[in-house]
């Protein structure tokens, strides 16, 4: 038997008897990150602990709002039993950083190879499949004038 989720008749019996015994969560203060973004650990009576965060007052509707940063992200959904410090955090950006100067090196140190081969002047793409003078692209049509002897 597959456990499902309580119907909508439990969840109001459920609410209305956290009501009656005053059984309220409470919302624990953990830390803000450097973009603004508030943590907070939710707990109730039962010992059961959920986390959340409030964003930035007006950054939410922003069109470049990007979230939390994948540390406290990690720690939302409960991958990471810690919140990350600032050390942590500075440690991992300074790494991002490094890994992009590396690759941008490493970019510029890449031979750009063309191609000299037949069709080259046509496109410097290749094809999106091969073609074959026996293959019928479309059964029974004339076969185009670029697969003719």
Do not use: C
């Amino acid at each position: 038997r597959t456990m499902s989720r309580p119907g909508a008749w439990a969840r109001v019996f459920t609410n209305l008897k956290k009501y009656i015994t005053k059984d309220f969560s409470q919302r624990v203060y953990v830390g803000e990150d450097h973009l603004g973004h508030r943590y907070y650990e939710i707990r109730n009576s039962r010992q059961n602990v959920s986390r959340g965060f409030e964003p930035p007052p007006g950054v939410k509707h922003s069109i470049d709002y990007t979230g939390p940063s994948v540390e406290w992200t990690s720690w939302l959904k409960g991958t990471r039993r810690f919140p990350p410090d600032e050390q942590e955090i500075a440690l991992n950006r300074a790494r991002q950083q490094a890994q992009l100067a590396g690759d941008a090196a490493r970019e510029k140190r890449a031979p750009v190879i063309t191609s000299t081969g037949k069709g080259a002047s046509e496109s410097s793409q290749p094809r999106s499949y091969p073609k074959y003078e026996d293959l019928e692209i479309n059964p029974g049509a004339p076969a185009p004038k670029d697969l003719k002897k």
